[in-house]
């Protein structure tokens, strides 16, 4: 019969899953964010100590070409774990996967 209702058990293994999913997404955005705060924390301690030997030997400011590449890798990193894309908009990739998901094709 088509209007059966769910089993306790069955709903107990779709509530399960639903909840492996959403810890399976939780734990993976947690460790691009701890990934990110190593890179930031790590580009903050060496540029801090570029920038000590460059004014400490030098007068030309050579620091800052370590810091703009270092930051602009820095700045990408960002963007990729907080999911902000300007040119195609936010959770672009979850809408795409999720249209390719809904194709009877697929």
């Known amino acids: ?7 306790n058990q069955s709903k107990t293994y779709i509530m399960k899953d639903l909840n492996e ?5 939780a734990k993976r955005i947690i460790k691009k964010r701890k990934s990110f ?12 100590i570029l920038a000590y030997l460059n004014y400490s030997t030098t007068s030309f400011p050579w620091v800052i070409f370590p810091a703009l590449g270092w ?3 820095l700045i990408s990193h960002w963007m990729c774990t907080y999911n ?4 195609l ?3 672009w990739e979850e809408r795409k996967i999720r249209e390719f998901m809904n194709r009877e094709e697929f």
């Not at 999913?21 to 997404?25: E, G, S």
């Not at 705060?37 to 801090?48: D, E, F, G, K, T």
């Not at 902000?84 to 040119?87: A, M, R």
């Open 37 to 48: 705060y190593s890179h930031l924390l790590s580009y903050c301690i060496v540029i801090s």
């Open 84 to 87: 902000y894309n300007p040119i």
């Open 89 to 91: 908009g936010k959770n």
């Open 71 to 73: 930051g602009i890798g």
């Open 1 to 7: 019969m088509c209007n059966q209702k769910m089993s």
């Open 21 to 25: 999913d959403k810890y399976t997404r």
